[in-house]
């Protein structure tokens, strides 16, 4: 039987990183792969702990060859490779345990081209401390865990340019011939087989998880040799020669290759020895004003700090130089003024004079607005705090039969509109009522984070919770030795009291028990009004797994429910970020023509999906007046994400269309409109 997949490690003098690598690859929770290991010639002992490690493994296939360079020694292993899909490992880095099983399964589910994640880099200190460091494929998050079109889509062009975090079906990667450059002895071939592969994608994926460990301080490393100073120009040459004999290639990415080659260049000017910078700025000047004669580059594509970086570049190489280096013009050298802590130093042909700077000159115009300004808004944001602890205060302590007054004034507040408690109609009046005269003890259960598990696991089952790792009734008590290396920490008495820890290596522990602390003593109830059911929560702080980061690109539905009946759907992605978008529906999952201040999102739910998270929705909501239900869909996986008795309020009630189709739908309980007046 065919393995699924074959691992391709190029491997030349790395007998100090090779046994680390090797392990980390033999002991794979998925068992059916091949491992090719291409020995370029080495001259230590690698070879030999290539051929240890195959004695004992038949899944091994160790070549070993004269040396020839990166790109000839990957082209032979993924020529000698039986799997259905390809992977690449570094012999410096290693991986974790669960990356094959994990991306070959997501890569068979949808039928993918490729599927990469996200990684970390690692270093060593100078005190032998290891240091990591998450690189994120994609800064949005919109298009994680989605299927995406690279021959369309061109936002993966500005990832994170590597070929190991991911794997690549055999068969498409036959079909359009993809290889390495092999140049003898050359480097960075690993940027056109990056190209390639990204060039006829139509079915590829990104994860957020973090599967590769890369190592940075390998001395031997040619991303660490000053001395290759050209390797990269003969890469994006070849590269430039495939796009330029296809004219389909030319005219989609022309602009992506020069994108991708100006980050390269960059990158090439900031690593080479010193002694070669400006013999490379002279190359990097040249091609790129050439093509900017020629009308290549799509500037469009460039951010604004790299338009200026480029501007430098082609117009005045020399300035770029200098202010990369921090060194002083000609005439900087010959004069210059610099402020030396409360002195100025003014240089004249290297004479030094100092004086305090309030008796040299006055500050200009320009240094007294910014001040103004900073101070302004310093005094502004204060203000806006102290008021902010003012209302919670009034809110908090405010007599039982002032509270009405108080919730009018604080909605006035916060919106410029007078509140009908009388006869309210609206979906925001509605709420503000719902605050007031219904706050039974059925609601503080089930807006407790942590009590309302146990209602969820009675009404849907224990598969749709986030998997609980820890509860706690003090942050003291917290003992991050004994947690993952990635988890989720919340305080059950409120929304937004939540601390992601993607990586447990970059948390400041004591800043995260201070903010616990801290939220463990904020009685939520009076964040927004009177929320009365947060109050009686007996507050903990729990930990969740993070299951697939629960990033804010993962789209998360809120169903607003009626005792069991759905009345409406807000399908949610990057919600609280400039990138939000929402589709919102009726209770059949008709989309609704409303008008909306966010973009529109496409919809990707099969009809039997959506009729799965419906009818958990109205399961979860059955006995309940009004309650909106949120779950999180990560990955085709659904969570149960909280349930909400007085929602939106944070929107600042608005009234969408939507707000106004739904508030009509909402009856409020029977029984109360006497304590109502």
Known sequence: ??????????????????????????????????????????????????????????????????????????????????????????????????????????????????????????????????????????????????????????????????????????????????????????????????????????RAMFLPDMFYNNR??????????????????????????????????????TGIFYLKKFHNYLFTFRRVDIKFKKLFLRTFHKEFTEALEKDELDLSLFGEGEKKDLELIVSRPMKFYRQRLGRPSFIERIFSVKNNGEKKVIRILGLKIRFRTSKLVYRTLK????????????????????????????????????????????????????????????????????????????????????????????????????????????????DFNKLPEQFVLKCNHGCGYTIKVPVKEELNKENARRTLKRWLNEDFAFRRGFEVQYSAIPRKIIAEEYVGGMAQAQCFYRFFCSDGKVLQIWQDIAYGTPDHKVNIYDGSWQELDVNRQTPDLADCLTEEARLKLKTLAEKVSQGLDFVCADFYDVYRKIYFGGMLFTPMVERKFREYDAFAKLGSMIDLPVGKEAANK
Not at 229 to 246: H, L, P, S
Not at 450 to 465: F, M, N, P
Request: aromatic letters at 12%; a negative charge; hydrophobic letters at 35%.
């Open 1 to 202: 039987m065919s393995p699924k997949v074959s691992i391709v490690i190029p491997v030349y003098n790395v007998e100090e990183y090779l046994h680390e690598c090797l392990d980390s690859v033999v002991n794979q929770t998925l068992k059916e792969i091949e491992i090719i290991c291409i020995d370029d010639g080495s001259k230590d002992s690698s070879g030999a702990i290539l051929d240890e490690y195959a004695a004992r493994d038949s899944r091994f296939k160790v070549i070993h060859k004269e040396n020839g360079g990166y790109g000839i020694g990957m082209n032979t292993g993924i020529d000698a490779a039986t799997g259905e899909y390809i992977g690449i490992v570094e012999p410096d880095d290693y991986i974790e345990l669960t990356m094959y099983e994990t991306l070959y399964g997501k890569a068979k589910e949808f039928d993918l081209d490729l599927i990469k994640s996200d990684f970390r880099r690692f270093w060593h200190e100078d005190n032998g401390q290891i240091k990591f460091k998450h690189e994120v494929l994609d800064k949005t998050g919109k298009l994680y865990g989605v299927i995406v079109d690279l021959t369309e889509n061109i936002a993966p062009y500005r990832f994170p340019m590597n070929t190991w975090t991911g794997i690549y079906k055999r068969s498409y990667l036959e079909k359009y011939h993809i290889r390495h450059h092999e140049t003898p002895g050359a480097s960075f071939q690993d940027n056109g087989f990056w190209m390639q592969t990204f060039w006829h994608a139509k």
């Open 216 to 253: 940075r301080d390998n001395p031997n490393s040619s991303v660490s040799n000053p001395a290759k100073v050209f390797c990269i120009k003969t890469e994006y040459d070849w590269i430039k020669g495939m796009i330029d004999a296809d004219s389909e290639l030319k005219r989609k990415f």
């Open 367 to 478: 240094e007294q607005m910014d001040r103004q300004s900073r101070d302004f808004n310093t005094k502004l944001n204060n203000v806006n705090r102290k008021y902010q602890s003012l209302m919670y205060k009034i809110l908090k302590y405010c007599p039982d039969d002032k509270r009405v007054l108080a919730l009018k004034d604080w909605y006035f507040e916060s919106t410029g509109e007078a509140l009908c408690l009388d006869s309210p109609q609206t979906f925001s009046e509605k709420m503000q009522w719902l605050k007031l005269y219904d706050s039974v003890p059925l609601k503080t259960r089930l807006s407790d984070k942590y009590q309302v598990r146990g209602w969820v696991r009675d009404k849907i089952g224990e598969e749709y919770l986030v998997p609980l790792i820890g509860v706690w009734n003090d942050a003291d008590d917290i």
